[in-house]
């Protein structure tokens, strides 16, 4: 497992890691280490439309919910915070009130 790092997380990384299907990693929100164990690359077409910072979640969704990473996006779909199992990402998002503009790590 490695650090979520938004500065330098690239849609080929998190590829390559979901056909291995092994692949978590984790990040903190406010505090609390969560690890993530689904995500899919959402590339940018262009860079100007990423909008957001990096480490910034920018959409929640009935899925999970969009961070901006260095060359577009990843929608985060099943996470495991520090205190339970495994969920989905929305229902992570319900539990803990996570808002658009929260930034991971």
Known sequence: MSSLDAKILRKEAITS???ADVWSA???IDGKTVQIFEA???PAKDPKGIAGKIGEVVDIGDDGFSVVCADGRIRVLRVKPADGG???AADFVKSTNLAAGT???
Do not use: C, E, Q, S
Request: net charge positive; aromatic share 6%; charged share 20%.
């Open 17 to 19: 890691a979901l056909i």
């Open 26 to 28: 984790w990040t903190t």
């Open 40 to 42: 899919k690359p959402l």
């Open 86 to 88: 495994k969920v989905g």
């Open 103 to 105: 930034r991971l790590g």
